[in-house]
């Protein structure tokens, strides 16, 4: 958990409904990639762990005999379970509560997935408590975007197929999204130090979490990087989405000035690209797998 914060219940609040169409998906073939390395055959089950509206758990719940997400943020849930229908997923259910919460009775998993979630919990905590939770030779994985695609070589738990590479949706000439003055016009209105629920976050988000779960107990870990690298088409309804996906500028910070800073974004996106396109190149997916030891 970052230092000097305190988890609230609005840290995401109102970002469900823009999530989806706000974030960058994982890279095609990640769920595939990712049965593949651990060697799923369809039994047992899969917990996620700060599941938000589940991006992660509904395309990797039909490895499992059954999918259980948790996020303590219950319209995220209802946006998952909305998504779970269109999409013909019946075998996963939905908790709400937070991390610390476990093992909440929900019984023994065979994975447990954080997806860009672990750094907001108690670690050394829910890291203890998730290896209690798995099997033996159960799997704890944390699954990002790739950061620094030079860090270190990559080592797959077993071989995986690259998945076919996807053309490209956006014309080269298209700007990329004005990422870095959107966060200029946040600080404008929420101020110079990052925001989270009622909260800031003077240091940013912690890292080390390696270090942390070894600590705990865990063995590893292996590490898979799913390709991608195409080119995406957004659009200014997709950047709006964005930021109000996000910890830092989720729509109720902004308060009885939230219809202002939309406009000024939305003035700050038709000066960049006056077409309305913009062209954002899909990050890789970093997949990190630690196991719980055998027996």
Not at 31 to 43: F, I, K, N, P, W
Not at 271 to 291: K, N, Q, S
Request: aromatic share 8%.
């Amino acid at each position: 958990m970052p230092d000097g914060w305190q988890w609230d219940p609005t840290l995401f609040q109102g970002s469900a409904a823009y999530y989806e169409r706000g974030r960058l998906p994982y890279a095609t073939g990640f769920a595939e990639a990712l049965a593949g390395s651990l060697g799923l055959d369809g039994g047992g089950r899969l917990l996620d762990v700060g599941c938000g509206p589940g991006i992660v758990l509904l395309p990797m719940a039909r490895y499992f005999t059954e999918a259980v997400g948790v996020d303590p943020d219950e319209d995220m849930l209802a946006e998952a379970e909305r998504r779970a229908g269109h999409l013909g997923v019946s075998n996963a259910r939905w908790v709400a509560a937070r991390a610390e919460d476990l093992p909440a009775g929900l019984g023994t998993f065979r994975t447990v997935v954080f997806a860009q979630s672990f750094h907001w919990t108690d670690r050394d905590r829910v890291a203890a408590t998730v290896l209690r939770m798995l099997e033996p030779g159960g799997a704890l994985v944390h699954v990002s975007d790739l950061k620094d695609p030079v860090a270190e070589p990559v080592v797959s738990p077993a071989p995986v197929p690259s998945p076919a590479p996807v053309p490209s949706l956006a014309p080269p000439s298209s700007p990329a999204p004005p990422y870095d003055r959107i966060r200029d016009l946040v600080r404008r209105y929420l101020g110079p130090v990052r925001r989270a629920g009622q909260g800031v976050l003077v240091d940013g988000t912690p890292g080390g979490e390696a270090a942390i779960i070894e600590r705990a107990g865990f063995e590893g870990p292996a590490r898979l990087v799913v390709p991608a690298g195409e080119i995406v088409t957004r659009s200014p309804d997709d950047i709006v989405a964005w930021a109000f996906s996000r910890s830092d500028s989720a729509p109720h910070l902004f308060g009885d000035r939230r219809a202002d800073f939309e406009r000024d974004l939305r003035t700050l996106l038709a000066a960049t690209a006056p077409d309305g396109r913009f062209a954002e190149r899909l990050p890789a997916t970093e997949i990190r797998i630690w196991r719980k030891p055998p027996g």
